[in-house]
């Protein structure tokens, strides 16, 4: 996740940012806290508030951190640690080596928040009855939901990793275990979180009202529209392997620089084949015919217009080797984004042509 914000500091290396959005949850917070607490005969109900407000964004930090230190322990690279509206997120680069470190990774920020609640209910007993232990009472009771909630077994919450875990243990197969815990969490978001909402908080004689029917649709957009990302990253990652430079490259035909574009399309048309590279005098490619380009030249100027003007000079991000597969293929790509590139073999072999749209096609699961 990348979300630009305010920074706060850095923690092992790892900057913290805080997003602007959460300065509306905090608003909200004290909105909706400082007038009960003021009705309830709170001291100072809106300096508790905000209070509260600062506490939770603590607590969150606090619980990202516990994630990244051990992420950090284990060698993963992590981005950065942010704080949205709704949440918090460590953005952790690279995936877990084994079930026990993915485990590890998932399971400490919800017991960062267990301990962060018994030391606010603990501060709040020592505290008095003003606005600082009404804050304190609210992280306790804050700090406790949380860590139950993010213990419930779905992706993207701390549970959904566990539960990664546990079937990735089981099964050996880390991307069967993505898919099952990014099922448990849709299923958290359309089943648990309304029943929770409509049915257990009225019958426990909590307000039901609005705004909390609101907040838990915030809730569960989240969760879905988080466990529906990892759902199509595990069903990418089972599509990898299938992207080879050498199987979706295209055989090219070979025209000499300055030739008339519409020859050049004659010439791979009744040779049938789907690519043009141009080569200098001397045989060596020098430039990849781009396909939106052609298009974008009606037919009757063809005549007129050569392929250099319609292709694009090889550099070195534009050549790869027909043995360039799955992620490290999409990294070279991604570094020097074309809709054309140069497929050959160091060794020698034929010119071919890798066509951006063929590998979007593949990893959608698409036919050629």
């Known amino acids: 996740m990348r979300v630009r914000g305010l920074r706060l500091g850095r923690v092992l290396g790892v900057p913290v940012l805080l997003s602007p959005s959460w300065f509306l949850f ?17 001291d100072r109900g809106y300096a508790a508030a905000a209070g509260f407000a600062a506490l939770l964004l603590a607590s969150v ?15 993963l690279p992590v981005r950065s640690i942010t704080v949205t509206f709704l949440a918090g997120a460590t953005e952790i680069t ?13 399971v400490v920020g919800p017991m960062v928040s267990l301990l962060l609640a018994g030391l606010a209910a603990a501060g709040a007993l020592l505290a008095d009855d003003g606005a600082l232990g009404t804050a304190l009472q609210l ?5 406790a939901v949380v860590a139950v909630f993010n213990l419930l077994p779905g992706l993207p919450l701390d549970g959904g990793r566990v539960l990664r875990a546990v079937v990735w243990r089981l099964t050996g197969d880390p991307t069967r275990a993505t898919v ?6 849709r299923g958290i978001a359309a089943v648990v979180i309304p029943v929770l909402v409509v049915v257990v908080l009225p019958l426990a004689g909590a307000d039901g009202g609005l705004v909390s ?9 989240f969760l879905w529209t988080g466990a529906t990302a990892a759902l199509q990253s595990a069903r990418l990652s089972r599509r990898l392997p299938g992207v080879t430079a050498g199987a979706l490259a295209r055989d090219a035909a070979l ?3 300055e030739t008339p574009l519409s020859e050049a399309l004659r010439r791979t048309h009744a040779a049938a084949l789907q690519a043009i590279v141009v080569v200098d ?9 781009s396909e939106k380009a052609v298009q974008g030249v009606p037919a009757d100027r063809r005549p007129w217009v050569s392929v250099d003007g319609v292709s694009r000079r090889l550099e070195d991000g534009l050549v790869l080797t027909p043995d360039l597969t799955g992620e490290p293929l999409l990294e070279r790509m991604r570094a020097l984004p074309s809709g054309e590139y140069l497929v050959r073999d160091p060794a020698g072999g034929p010119v071919r042509v890798l066509a951006t749209r063929d590998v979007a096609r593949t990893l959608a699961g698409q036919a050629g």
């Open 281 to 289: 005098p001397a045989g060596r490619p020098v430039a990849v015919v």
């Open 61 to 75: 930090l606090l619980h990202e951190i516990g994630h990244c230190v051990v992420a950090r322990l284990f060698g």
């Open 213 to 221: 029917v609101l907040f838990a649709a915030l809730v569960a957009a």
């Open 255 to 257: 025209v000499q620089t």
């Open 180 to 185: 099952a815990s990014a099922q448990a969490g």
């Open 26 to 42: 905090a608003l909200a917070v004290v909105l909706l806290y400082g007038p009960a607490l003021e009705e309830s005969g709170v």
């Open 94 to 106: 690279e995936p877990p080596q084994t079930p026990a470190r993915e485990y590890a990774v998932a």
């Open 139 to 143: 992280a306790a009771v804050a700090n």
